[in-house]
């Protein structure tokens, strides 16, 4: 079946530090991928979406493209900030299934600490 | 505009005994998803509820049901506790005309520990 894998964390970094979280995908077909963020404390939130190949996704400077020649969605930060420390989950909607239902595969997740 | 909201926050049970998780989904949002998320651990999908329809369901035992009432809240019930359904509880609602694009919204969770 579909399925995400993700980079073990945690990623320990300095602020300013360069981010990149590594994640590949198996899936039948062509599913949307996304990057979802789980702040301390928080539910689980959208930080950005790439639906098709060739798409980059980006948001609060996080960057991610979707590759399928080598199936992965690699989410990438420029400089990091104390305050993006959290938990990072790479996903696939699963679109097999008509009706539009909006079924997630996640994978395990990456715990990031940047330090000061 | 309040997003998804879930209760109870925290709740311990013993084996054998029975669960009810609630959440309301987003103003507007019609279509509720269950997520079960152990700790270190990515959430996993359980159902999702849509016009009061089960319409999908994840690899989860009979044990675990739902329902979704007329006003698209939703309840997650689980039977003859185990220990291993000791996890995160995530509800997460979205609009079914959104179609593939994957933007859940989730509530904070329902902490379940089962002693």
């Known amino acids: 079946g579909d399925s995400v894998t993700q980079m073990e964390g945690p990623v320990t970094l300095s602020e300013e530090a360069f981010l990149t979280i590594n994640c590949t995908y198996t899936a039948t077909g062509y599913p949307s991928l996304f990057w979802y963020v789980q702040y301390p404390g928080e539910g689980l939130q959208l930080l950005l979406k790439?639906?098709?190949?060739?798409d980059k996704g980006s948001n609060k400077g996080f960057e991610a493209t979707y590759r399928k020649e080598t199936t992965s969605f690699h989410l990438e930060k420029g400089s990091v900030q104390v305050s993006d420390s959290a938990v990072y989950f790479c996903?696939?909607?699963?679109?097999?299934?008509?009706?539009?239902?909006?079924?997630?595969?996640f994978g395990a997740g990456t715990r990031l600490a940047v330090h000061p | 505009d309040a997003g998804v909201t879930q209760s109870p926050t925290h709740l311990i049970k013993t084996r054998g005994q029975q669960v009810t998780l609630r959440c309301s989904p987003k103003?507007?949002?019609?279509?509720v998803s269950w997520y079960q998320q152990a700790l270190g651990q990515g959430p996993q999908f359980i159902f999702q509820y849509y016009e009061e329809e089960e319409r999908q369901r994840g690899n989860f035992p009979d044990r675990f049901s739902g329902h979704q009432f007329p006003n698209y809240s939703s309840e997650l019930n689980v039977n003859a506790l185990l220990l291993g359904d000791s996890a995160l509880y995530l509800c997460a609602s979205s609009l079914v005309q959104g179609a593939n694009t994957g933007e859940l919204f989730f509530g904070e969770g329902s902490r379940l520990t089962v002693l």
């Open positions: 103003s507007g949002h019609d279509t």
């Open positions: 996903a696939l909607s699963d679109r097999r299934f008509s009706g539009g239902y909006n079924k997630l595969i």
């Open positions: 790439a639906t098709k190949a060739d």
